[in-house]
Protein backbone atom coordinates (compact mmCIF):
# COMPACT_ATOMS: atom_id res chain seq x y z
CA UNK A 1 0.00 0.00 0.00
CA UNK A 2 1.73 3.32 -0.95
CA UNK A 3 0.63 6.41 1.35
CA UNK A 4 0.54 9.91 -0.24
CA UNK A 5 3.26 12.58 0.78
CA UNK A 6 1.94 14.71 2.13
CA UNK A 7 4.54 17.34 1.08
CA UNK A 8 3.65 16.75 -2.43
CA UNK A 9 0.24 19.19 -1.58
CA UNK A 10 2.46 22.08 -0.88
CA UNK A 11 4.24 24.71 -2.80
CA UNK A 12 8.20 24.90 -2.74
CA UNK A 13 8.26 27.31 0.03
CA UNK A 14 5.91 25.30 2.39
CA UNK A 15 7.93 21.92 1.27
CA UNK A 16 10.97 23.60 2.73
CA UNK A 17 9.36 25.12 5.73
CA UNK A 18 7.62 21.63 6.99
CA UNK A 19 10.62 19.95 6.01
CA UNK A 20 13.21 21.81 7.96
CA UNK A 21 10.46 22.32 10.62
CA UNK A 22 10.94 18.18 11.20
CA UNK A 23 14.50 18.57 11.31
CA UNK A 24 14.57 20.35 13.85
CA UNK A 25 12.15 18.96 15.79
CA UNK A 26 14.14 15.68 15.40
CA UNK A 27 17.98 17.26 15.86
CA UNK A 28 16.24 18.45 19.10
CA UNK A 29 14.98 14.72 20.04
CA UNK A 30 18.41 13.32 19.51
CA UNK A 31 20.40 16.30 21.47
CA UNK A 32 18.28 15.77 24.17
CA UNK A 33 18.73 12.04 24.14
CA UNK A 34 22.09 12.09 24.34
CA UNK A 35 22.48 15.35 26.49
CA UNK A 36 21.81 15.30 30.30
CA UNK A 37 23.97 18.00 31.17
CA UNK A 38 21.44 20.71 29.68
CA UNK A 39 21.88 24.53 30.48
CA UNK A 40 19.28 25.73 32.76
CA UNK A 41 17.85 28.71 31.21
CA UNK A 42 16.54 32.26 33.11
CA UNK A 43 17.24 33.43 36.77
CA UNK A 44 15.51 30.24 37.98
CA UNK A 45 17.45 27.71 36.73
CA UNK A 46 19.00 24.69 38.51
CA UNK A 47 18.48 21.54 39.71
CA UNK A 48 14.36 20.90 39.54
CA UNK A 49 13.65 24.33 38.15
CA UNK A 50 10.65 24.29 35.78
CA UNK A 51 11.23 27.01 33.44
CA UNK A 52 13.13 24.53 30.73
CA UNK A 53 17.21 24.52 29.67
CA UNK A 54 18.54 26.87 26.84
CA UNK A 55 18.53 24.33 24.26
CA UNK A 56 14.57 23.68 24.39
CA UNK A 57 13.98 27.20 24.35
CA UNK A 58 16.49 27.62 21.09
CA UNK A 59 14.06 24.73 19.09
CA UNK A 60 10.93 26.68 19.87
CA UNK A 61 12.45 29.67 18.77
CA UNK A 62 14.12 27.89 15.40
CA UNK A 63 10.81 26.45 14.86
CA UNK A 64 8.66 29.63 15.06
CA UNK A 65 11.42 31.61 12.50
CA UNK A 66 11.21 29.06 10.24
CA UNK A 67 7.35 29.86 10.05
CA UNK A 68 7.90 33.58 9.71
CA UNK A 69 10.67 33.09 7.35
CA UNK A 70 7.93 31.08 4.86
CA UNK A 71 5.23 33.96 5.26
CA UNK A 72 8.05 36.71 4.66
CA UNK A 73 9.56 34.69 1.14
CA UNK A 74 5.50 34.08 0.13
CA UNK A 75 4.70 37.78 0.63
CA UNK A 76 7.96 38.97 -1.00
CA UNK A 77 7.41 36.29 -4.25
CA UNK A 78 3.71 38.11 -4.38
CA UNK A 79 5.70 41.49 -4.40
CA UNK A 80 5.20 42.74 -1.05
CA UNK A 81 8.33 45.23 -0.04
CA UNK A 82 10.45 43.95 2.87
CA UNK A 83 9.33 47.09 4.58
CA UNK A 84 5.62 45.98 4.60
CA UNK A 85 6.16 42.89 6.57
CA UNK A 86 8.20 43.58 9.63
CA UNK A 87 5.76 41.99 12.32
CA UNK A 88 3.12 39.59 12.36
CA UNK A 89 0.32 42.09 12.05
CA UNK A 90 1.06 43.82 9.29
CA UNK A 91 1.94 40.14 7.52
CA UNK A 92 -1.48 39.34 8.50
CA UNK A 93 -2.92 42.50 6.39
CA UNK A 94 -0.50 42.11 3.60
CA UNK A 95 -1.26 38.34 3.22
CA UNK A 96 -5.34 39.81 3.53
CA UNK A 97 -4.41 42.66 1.31
CA UNK A 98 -2.47 40.23 -1.42
CA UNK A 99 -4.60 37.17 -1.21
CA UNK A 100 -8.12 38.43 0.12
CA UNK A 101 -7.37 35.81 3.33
CA UNK A 102 -8.55 36.64 6.62
CA UNK A 103 -5.58 34.42 8.50
CA UNK A 104 -6.95 34.85 11.58
CA UNK A 105 -10.16 33.24 10.32
CA UNK A 106 -9.23 30.63 7.72
CA UNK A 107 -5.80 29.22 9.08
CA UNK A 108 -7.15 27.39 12.67
CA UNK A 109 -3.19 26.76 13.76
CA UNK A 110 -2.64 30.66 12.81
CA UNK A 111 -3.63 31.64 16.81
CA UNK A 112 -1.15 29.18 18.77
CA UNK A 113 1.37 29.43 16.26
CA UNK A 114 1.37 33.30 17.28
CA UNK A 115 0.97 32.20 20.77
CA UNK A 116 4.38 30.16 20.02
CA UNK A 117 6.11 33.39 18.30
CA UNK A 118 5.34 35.61 21.76
CA UNK A 119 7.30 32.47 23.16
CA UNK A 120 10.11 33.30 21.28
CA UNK A 121 10.43 36.42 21.65
CA UNK A 122 10.02 35.96 25.44
CA UNK A 123 13.19 33.21 24.68
CA UNK A 124 15.44 35.88 22.38
CA UNK A 125 14.77 38.68 24.49
CA UNK A 126 14.55 37.71 27.79
CA UNK A 127 15.67 34.18 27.95
CA UNK A 128 12.24 33.34 28.88
CA UNK A 129 10.66 36.18 30.26
CA UNK A 130 8.06 38.46 28.58
CA UNK A 131 9.45 41.43 27.65
CA UNK A 132 8.06 45.00 28.88
CA UNK A 133 5.77 45.44 25.68
CA UNK A 134 4.66 41.78 26.00
CA UNK A 135 3.16 42.43 29.34
CA UNK A 136 -0.36 42.32 28.30
CA UNK A 137 -3.73 40.04 27.68
CA UNK A 138 -3.67 39.59 24.28
CA UNK A 139 -0.09 38.64 24.33
CA UNK A 140 -1.32 36.48 27.76
CA UNK A 141 -4.42 35.03 25.66
CA UNK A 142 -1.94 33.99 22.90
CA UNK A 143 0.13 31.83 25.17
CA UNK A 144 -2.46 30.40 26.63
CA UNK A 145 -4.11 29.62 23.04
CA UNK A 146 -0.49 27.67 22.09
CA UNK A 147 -0.72 25.94 25.49
CA UNK A 148 2.68 27.78 26.68
CA UNK A 149 2.26 27.82 30.59
CA UNK A 150 3.85 31.01 32.70
CA UNK A 151 4.77 31.89 36.13
CA UNK A 152 4.71 35.18 36.62
CA UNK A 153 6.48 36.81 33.33
CA UNK A 154 8.35 33.58 32.94
CA UNK A 155 7.42 31.30 30.40
CA UNK A 156 7.25 27.48 31.29
CA UNK A 157 9.55 25.41 28.03
CA UNK A 158 9.81 21.89 27.79
CA UNK A 159 10.63 18.88 25.46
CA UNK A 160 6.98 18.69 25.13
CA UNK A 161 6.51 21.99 23.96
CA UNK A 162 9.10 21.47 21.71
CA UNK A 163 6.75 18.98 19.99
CA UNK A 164 3.37 21.13 20.24
CA UNK A 165 5.35 24.07 18.43
CA UNK A 166 6.32 21.70 15.88
CA UNK A 167 3.34 20.22 15.14
CA UNK A 168 1.20 23.38 15.15
CA UNK A 169 3.73 25.19 12.93
CA UNK A 170 3.78 22.30 10.50
CA UNK A 171 -0.35 22.81 10.28
CA UNK A 172 0.12 26.61 9.93
CA UNK A 173 2.41 26.68 6.74
CA UNK A 174 0.04 23.64 5.36
CA UNK A 175 -3.25 26.02 6.04
CA UNK A 176 -0.88 29.13 4.95
CA UNK A 177 0.07 27.30 1.45
CA UNK A 178 -3.56 26.51 0.57
CA UNK A 179 -4.56 30.31 0.92
CA UNK A 180 -1.37 31.14 -1.24
CA UNK A 181 -1.02 31.65 -5.21
Not at 12 to 21: F, K, T
Not at 60 to 80: D, K, M, P, T
Request: hydrophobic share 40%.
Amino acid sequence: MTTADPLRQLSDLGENAVSDIRLVAHDYGVALKCDTGLVRAGRFGGPGASFGDRATQLAVANIVGIVEQYAENVLLAAGSSPGAIKAWPTKVQVWNDRFGVDVEKECPSFGPMWGFYDARNAIMHRRGELTHSQRKPQVYDRLKAAAVDRIGYDIVVNAEMVDRCAEVCVRCVQELDKTAP
